[in-house]
């Protein structure tokens, strides 16, 4: 009997991407040795750009889109799985140029699928999803560089995001002092129940930065880029770090060299697509660890399939807060 199963899918006539809601079987799916039944998926802003055709994400087509995913394996040729077991996939190129989560199964390279931890459910690793991915990455990078807590303020830039609300929790668990940047004042009290001590108007970050201002932040991660991080940068003290790993504002970065050769700044850039495949292992490990999952559900809301392409245009225009997980209906 052939498996069906709902999925959106994005296809491209003269030009023009078109996203629809479809019933496909595993015939349709795309290479790769392990099948995976997808139980849910996330929203990411990529994944916002993706439904909506904002920006040429999707570079394969048709496609399904949907950046990561979680589920149980029902098929592998890969040793490493078996069919029940639980994984997880971020990044490489899944829902830009091989079909993603968006659907109730998934084919990818078994190299592309971590393990999920022990402890982390389905709903709960795609609660954390690539956002929370990416936010241990730079906290990886920062602690790498030799953060550990009491060395002052760390600052998080678009706090109340996905990748900023995690990191905001994560950083406070770890007991560091942290400092949320915000757009949305009336986020203040949510910020502060994830732990953030102080929080900050994003407007002071966007103004034209001088190369140097007062040394404040010990460290800092930003989901921003452009102005923003230059702002960031300007203020960060000596031999400090940031970890960048957005370009919510901008991709430009308009400052000069004297943050990194008059206070030797360290800019790690975070790429959360193709890290190595222990780097993964080794967040996954850490959030597992490290997330208050009490905390993490506070920040997250769910919802139905269908509500997806409207709940693109609510990222893209800056009123979700915090995460949202996709439950995907079970295939027939």
Not at 76 to 94: A, E, H, I, K, T
Not at 187 to 192: D, I, K, V
Not at 201 to 218: C, I, Q, V, Y
Request: aromatic fraction near 6%; glycine fraction near 12%; include cysteine.
């Amino acid at each position: 009997m052939t498996t069906t199963f709902s999925a959106y899918r994005i296809d491209r006539h003269e030009d023009t991407q078109q996203l629809e809601l479809t019933r496909l079987t595993e015939a349709d799916l795309m290479e790769g040795n392990v099948t995976v039944a997808v139980e849910y998926s996330t929203l990411n802003y990529k994944d916002g750009l993706a439904l909506t055709g904002r920006s040429p994400v999707v570079r394969r087509f048709p496609l399904i889109p949907g950046i990561d995913f979680a589920g149980r394996v029902v098929e592998s040729g890969d040793p490493r799985f078996r069919p029940g077991d639980r994984v997880v996939l971020n990044g490489y190129g899944v829902g830009e140029t091989h079909s993603g989560g968006y659907a109730g199964r998934a084919r990818v390279p078994g190299d592309w699928l971590v393990a999920l931890p022990e402890g982390l459910t389905s709903r709960q690793a795609m609660a954390i999803g690539t956002a929370g991915y990416t936010a241990m990455l730079a906290v990886l990078a920062l602690e790498s560089h030799g953060l550990e807590p009491g060395a002052g303020e760390v600052l998080v830039t678009g706090a109340a995001g996905g990748v900023g609300s995690i990191a905001v929790a994560l950083l406070a668990r770890l007991g560091h002092q942290v400092t949320a940047v915000t757009g949305r004042p009336h986020e203040a009290g949510y910020l502060r129940a994830l732990g953030a001590t102080e929080i900050l108007d994003r407007g002071a970050f966007t103004e034209a930065p001088r190369p140097l201002e007062s040394e404040r932040w010990a460290a800092a991660v930003d989901v921003a880029g452009g102005q923003t991080l230059a702002n960031v940068l300007s203020r960060t003290r000596r031999a400090g770090a940031v970890a960048a790993c957005g370009l919510a504002d901008a991709m430009a970065l308009p400052t000069t060299v004297a943050p990194f050769i008059l206070r030797g700044i360290t800019l790690y850039g975070i790429d959360s697509v193709m890290a190595s495949h222990a780097l993964r292992e080794r967040a996954w490990s850490r959030l597992a660890r490290d997330l208050d999952l009490d905390r993490l559900e506070t920040m997250t809301r769910e919802i139905d399939f269908a509500q997806l392409p409207q709940a693109a245009e609510e990222i893209l225009a800056g009123r979700v807060r915090g995460r949202t997980v996709v439950r995907i209906p079970e295939a027939d």
